[in-house]
T-cell receptor
Framework: DQQVKQNSPSLSVQEGRISILNCDYT??????FLWYKKYPAEGPTFLIS?????DKNEDGRFTVFLNKSAKHLSLHIVPSQPGDSAVYFC??????????????FGKGTLLTVNP | NAGVTQTPKFQVLKTGQSMTLQCAQD?????MYWYRQDPGMGLRLIYY???????DKGEVPNGYNVSRLNKREFSLRLESAAPSQTSVYFC??????????????FGSGTRLTVV
């Protein structure tokens, strides 16, 4: 049973346009959400996060939106750049500060930004 | 640079052979994790160690054992490798408790092929 779902395996956008990556979750105990970016042959790197007490968090070109009632979050990248081309993983946790903190990941979405 | 170091980067095993994947972090983090990444499956948690001296099973622990040797090191052992364990393995660490909201720091991965 997949608790974190990224239903789009891939997304292609033009440079300068907006990229929107979506993520759904089923576990209502999740209270902390993160996005990771992964280039080939490298480990994932943290991008941006959001706590369930917020509905939006912004960091430069990256904004994450959280809709708790719909159990849905999205990552917006504006404007998109070719260097943003990577696999993006959505992740969630139900214990952001506790000793049993661990992340559950989605399957990832491959973003391609075309020049 | 500070971070998570994994060795080896690549390994080919024959079915039935054993090996240990090594992971070390120099950030004084409390928690450490082992994930595997398979095509179309995202990142799945194998084992984790919330603190030195403790280990717990994750989502896919069968066929693996772990040792939290000290605060810095967390190893993953395959006692009798099987082709189904062909994967890319990532080690990660996190400081706990923390007010930072940046999730894990990942190593660059070990690509394991079992023939």
């Amino acid at each position: 049973d997949q608790q974190v779902k990224q239903n789009s395996p891939s997304l292609s956008v033009q440079e300068g346009r907006i990229s929107i990556l979506n993520c759904d979750y089923t576990n209502s105990m999740f209270d902390y959400f993160l996005w990771y970016k992964k280039y080939p042959a490298e480990g994932p790197t943290f991008l941006i996060s959001i706590s369930s007490i917020k509905d939006k968090n912004e960091d430069g070109r990256f904004t994450v939106f959280l809709n708790k009632s719909a159990k849905h979050l999205s990552l917006h990248i504006v404007p998109s750049q070719p260097g943003d081309s990577a696999v993006y993983f959505c992740a969630a946790s139900g214990n952001s500060g506790g000793s049993n903190y661990k992340l559950t990941f989605g399957k990832g979405t491959l973003l391609t930004v075309n020049p | 640079n500070a971070g998570v170091t994994q060795t080896p980067k690549f390994q080919v095993l024959k079915t039935g052979q054993s090996m240990t994947l090594q992971c070390a972090q120099d950030m004084n983090h409390n928690s450490m994790y082992w994930y595997r990444q398979d095509p179309g499956m995202g990142l799945r948690l194998i084992y984790y160690s919330a603190s030195e001296g403790t280990t717990d099973k994750g989502e896919v622990p069968n066929g693996y054992n772990v040792s939290r040797l000290n605060k810095r090191e967390f190893s993953l052992r395959l006692e009798s490798a099987a082709p189904s364990q062909t994967s890319v393995y990532f080690c990660a660490s996190r400081s706990l408790p923390t007010g930072r909201q940046d999730g894990y720091t990942f190593g660059s991965g070990t690509r394991l092929t079992v023939v």
